[in-house]
T-cell receptor, first 115, second 115 residues
Framework: AQSVTQLGSHVSVSEGALVLLRCNYS??????LFWYVQYPNQGLQLLLK??????LVKGINGFEAEFKKSETSFHLTKPSAHMSDAAEYFC?????????????FGGGTRLMVKP | EAGVAQSPRYKIIEKRQSVAFWCNPI?????LYWYQQILGQGPKLLIQ????????DSQLPKDRFSAERLKGVDSTLKIQPAKLEDSAVYLC?????????????FGEGSWLTVV
């Protein structure tokens, strides 16, 4: 079964600093990879996803993630944090060839941005 | 384009009572999901429908949870009788036809508190 590990349940950065949220998956075949963001009292919004092709994926709000097969990782980054980035971030995987199209989520990382 | 609609947004019930949540997916989306998100955790899939057939309900506590998707559009998730540990956000999501890798779109969630 697929599993997703997000290192660090809480990450705190200063406004303007680099954001790095870590995600590792366990699978012999690289799955489809997703990052979702959840603002307080809201549902999940897709930030970006990797399906095929270029391993550096750009998403909304200035976020990007790089798929590294050798490290089984899909870390999320943003060069300069903004106060509005404070939210919960979830990494998720979907096995390739899975006709059911089901996501398995990591435990989430809460990002706090200090002024 | 309208997103995934859910109601009610908030519900407080006593244990052993029943509750029902309603979901209307994005128009044209054949696949509908119900996820349970307990505070501080990532969402966990409860049930997945393809049109009005069940694809996966392996993690649905069938002794108390039930879900249906009549006519392949709207869906209802019911809990009866509720337990304290059912306090969570119930997220409905939908995705367009196709296999794994398609983006899954989430509603804002129905927040359940069982007291």
């Amino acid at each position: 079964a697929q599993s997703v590990t997000q290192l660090g349940s809480h990450v705190s950065v200063s406004e303007g600093a680099l954001v790095l949220l870590r995600c590792n998956y366990s699978s012999s075949v690289p799955p489809y990879l997703f990052w979702y963001v959840q603002y307080p009292n809201q549902g999940l919004q897709l930030l970006l996803k990797y399906t095929t092709g270029a391993t550096l994926v750009k998403g909304i709000n200035g976020f990007e993630a790089e798929f590294k097969k050798s490290e089984t990782s899909f870390h999320l980054t943003k060069p300069s944090a903004h106060m509005s980035d404070a939210a919960e971030y979830f990494c998720a995987v979907n096995p390739r060839g899975n006709a059911g199209n089901m996501l398995t989520f990591g435990g989430g990382t809460r990002l706090m941005v200090k002024p | 384009e309208a997103g995934v609609a859910q109601s009610p947004r908030y519900k407080i019930i006593e244990k052993r009572q029943s509750v029902a949540f309603w979901c209307n997916p994005i128009s044209g989306h054949a696949t509908l999901y119900w996820y349970q998100q307990i505070l501080g955790q990532g969402p966990k899939l409860l049930i997945q429908f393809q049109n009005n057939g069940v694809v996966d309900d392996s993690q649905l506590p069938k002794d108390r949870f039930s879900a249906e998707r009549l006519k392949g559009v709207d869906s209802t998730l019911k809990i009866q009788p509720a337990k304290l540990e059912d306090s969570a956000v119930y997220l409905c999501a939908s995705s367009p036809p196709g296999g794994s890798g398609n983006t899954i779109y989430f509603g804002e969630g129905s927040w359940l508190t069982v007291v």
